[in-house]
């Protein structure tokens, strides 16, 4: 699509958590994004994050902010886990996310040189397994996890060897 062309990334910067803190658009989205966070997402509740985190990255379309995600965990030579991964609703399907992750699965060969690279994906979230198994990510752990309203939901865990498939 002609959108991948004029994408573009970079690190987090302070003036730009009032337009990430808008990306999810309801209690779910932020929920798949950013579970442990209350809606709306606060920008002080996404500074913790950004400050507890690694790599926080957003990917712009022309200068705004359309995608957001970082690393939750990291091991150098070993593996990173990509977390708090959100695409603004106005450009979903459009491949961004699929930008997204494989910039930060770039960031985490380049810098950590892992061999594995992780992340994790609530059953609800049809559209994020199918981009993930797209991507060349495998289940490889499922965890029992609540819902903000006290239902069972599991927590697929996924993987990737970057030089098996990137």
Partial sequence: MQIINDLSYRPVEIADL???????QNAEELFFMFPKAEYPLTEGQLKTAVNNRFDSTVVLLNDEI?????????????YCSIGNVVVSSKYRNQGIGAFLIQTMERIALERYNVLDIHL???????KGILLYSKL????????????????SLALIKLRKVPNETI
Avoid at 18 to 24: A, C, G, T
Avoid at 66 to 78: R, T
């Fill in 18 to 24: 009032e337009s990430i803190r808008k990306l999810p």
């Fill in 66 to 78: 359309v995608g957001f995600a970082n690393f939750y965990e990291k091991e150098e030579n070993h």
């Fill in 120 to 126: 994790s994906c609530f059953n609800t979230n049809t």
């Fill in 136 to 151: 060349g990510y495998t289940p490889y752990a499922i965890e029992r996890r609540m819902s903000s309203q006290g239902e």
